[in-house]
């Protein structure tokens, strides 16, 4: 294990707090803890000792606890004092802390970081932590509780271990290929596997979407011409007033969004300016940034007041799924042609909310109660995954270029792998990981 300067911070959120969680994690751990408390409690049982600065004066009263390392959160010696939540005890205790040879402020994630440079977790555990510490919706949760405690690790590490049988099967045979009485198919049985590996791969990868919607949530614009009703919609689904609602066409100019919480899973509902020609400046950019969000929407919620032929030219060269909608029910007495929209909605009167909120969730992924959320969530998984199905592929067609080349693409393949959970190669990677984490984490 390396030396390393010892750390601390506040784990626990805003101040003022119940109780306030200050952690502290390094080689100078123990005697912190004397300094402060006069003695270091035994490991892991909870004990109440008096906080005292260096002139003896207490400072406050709390439960402290010692995990010796390796079997620490970090795998250094570490301690937490639960201190109570007022800012001023918390910053008194804290100073004091700050005072102590060998002991300074800690930086965003820098605990975590230390518990996968120890051992203690693979990067997509650590990815796992973070994505649970910012979960809002059990969906949300249960992908990175799956994460966090090695689920998706467990996957990857079985394809590397398969991958490395492999190669070690294809030694074997190059061993023994002098040796004219062994049989040259000691590896022929591995193609096989690796040929299911790469299908396995590959259909993980076709879970990614429904990883990313899980994690960051389906991107829903609504879209239409001015005074559509959009910006009603989305005050109305996000029970407050956000946006801005007048009867003056182009009201809405700055795209604005909420976030709503759709049988567990996150939707991200965007509100955008109503699409039309039109000279004014403003109003223009508004627009462009309206067909931008539409680009990267899931699902696209198109509202129109009135019967229209002209949901294609408001589509523009969006593709992607289109919910027509037809607002201000309680009002519009036109009639509509037969399959012409597929929700009619009043946001006066409530009428056709639920049916289209149905009609949303029907967008969601499909992951049963009980189904693994082993998914891929961030680029990075995906380029790994690709580049490791990539290399199998190669492996499997190379059968004209001699074994060693061959395993050369196996062995590649699971270095790919072993990018996505840290085992190899991503001293790069860290800053960026490490820097999702608030500060304590
Ligand atoms: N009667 C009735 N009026 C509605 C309904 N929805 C919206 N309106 C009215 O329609 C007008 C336009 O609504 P907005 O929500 O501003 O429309 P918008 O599509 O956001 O308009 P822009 O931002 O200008 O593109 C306002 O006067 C709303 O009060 C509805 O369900 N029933
Ligand atoms: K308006
Ligand atoms: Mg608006």
Known sequence: MRVADTIFALSSGGLPSGVAIIRISGPETRNAVTNLCGRVPSPRRASLLSIRNRNGEKLDDGIILFFPGPNSFTGEDCAELQIHGGRATVKAVLTSLGELQGLRGA????????????????????????????????????????????????????????????????????????????????????????????????????????????????????????????????????????????????????????????????????????????????????IRRTRLSMEEAHLVLLLSDMPTSDWASWLGTYRGPVIRVHTKADKTTATWPDGAVDATISVQTGVGMSELLDAISRYLPDLEAGSSLALPTRRRHLENLQAASAEIASALSMTDTGLDIQAEHLRLAGQALGRVTGRVDVEDLLDVIFSEFCIGK
């Open 107 to 286: 930086e965003a994630g820098e605990f975590s970081r230390r518990a996968f440079e120890n051992g203690r977790m693979d990067l997509v555990e650590v990815e796992g932590l973070a994505d649970l510490i910012a979960a809002e919706t059990e969906m949300q949760r249960r992908l990175a509780a799956e994460h966090a405690s090695g689920g998706l690790s467990r996957l990857y590490d079985s394809w590397a271990k398969r991958l490395t049988h492999a190669r070690a099967m294809i030694e074997a045979e190059l061993d023994f290929a002098d040796e004219e009485d062994v049989p040259g198919s000691v590896a022929s049985s591995i193609w096989a596997d690796m040929r299911i590996l790469e299908k396995e791969i590959i259909n993980h990868l076709g879970s990614a979407r429904a990883g990313e919607i899980v994690r960051d949530g389906l991107k829903v614009v609504i879209a239409g011409p001015p005074n559509a009703g959009k910006s009603s919609l989305l005050n109305h689904l996000a029970k407050r007033d956000i946006a801005i609602v007048t009867d003056i066409p182009g009201t809405t100019r700055d795209i604005l969004h909420v976030d709503l919480d759709l049988s567990g899973f996150a939707v991200r509902l965007y509100d955008t300016a109503g699409l039309r020609e039109t000279e004014d400046i403003v109003e223009r950019e508004g």
